[in-house]
């Protein structure tokens, strides 16, 4: 199975900044423990049409991005977004501005860079010492003109360390965080760069 993935418009970020540890993590609510590492790549792309399946995920407008782009597969749509998840994940622990910017929406980008330089600013490294994606699901969907809108709900298993030197300022070495994430990646149908763009984070709320 094979996607099509393209550039897009601008549109009105909502993102819920988190206090101390979860500014750092810029993901959702903690829960529980466990343990194991990640990986990375980007959506991938495509050109080859694919059939419309008769079951779609919840009632989310999947179909309507089908009928508009016969390349798009939600299947494929799916996993590539658990890999754009790990990578501006890790991107954004590692202060790499670069794969952030190609990743993400100007507005985006732009509060990524805020926390990140905030975060040079007070000498602090983010740590992330292990990392499990549990489950990615597609929320809901929606397409308005030739703009894609799609919405993952992660959840995913991590143990983050903020930490000044050798000091850990937040986080917790032996325990493991379970967060959900709400992230709305979006894409203009008819532009030519084969990628998604993450646009904003949502709070999950409590799960």
Do not use: C
Request: aromatic letters at 10%; zero cysteines; charged letters at 30%.
């Amino acid at each position: 199975m094979e996607d099509s993935f393209t550039a897009l418009d601008l549109i009105i970020l909502v993102f819920t900044v988190f206090i101390g540890y979860r500014l750092y993590m810029v993901l959702g609510r903690r829960t529980g423990p466990e343990k194991k590492p990640a990986e990375t790549i980007i959506f991938p792309g495509s050109q080859e049409a694919h059939p419309l399946p008769d079951d779609l995920p919840l009632a989310t407008n999947v179909k309507k991005i089908m009928l508009k782009d016969r390349t798009f597969s939600p299947s494929v749509f799916l996993e590539g977004s658990k890999k754009a998840f790990e990578m501006i994940l890790n991107a954004f622990l590692e202060g790499d501005a670069k794969t952030l910017k190609g990743l993400t929406t100007p507005k985006m980008y732009a509060l990524f860079k805020v926390m990140m330089d905030n975060r040079r600013t007070k000498k602090q490294v983010a740590e992330l010492l292990y990392f499990r994606l549990v489950s990615a699901e597609i929320l809901e969907s929606d397409l308005v003109d030739n703009r894609a809108v799609i919405t993952v709900k992660f959840k995913s298993e991590q143990t983050l360390l903020i930490k000044e030197g050798d000091k850990i300022v937040e986080g917790d070495p032996d325990f493991v965080d379970e967060v959900t994430d709400l992230w709305v990646f979006s894409r203009e149908i008819n532009a030519a760069a084969p990628i998604w763009f993450l646009e904003q984070i949502q709070d999950a709320g409590t799960p």
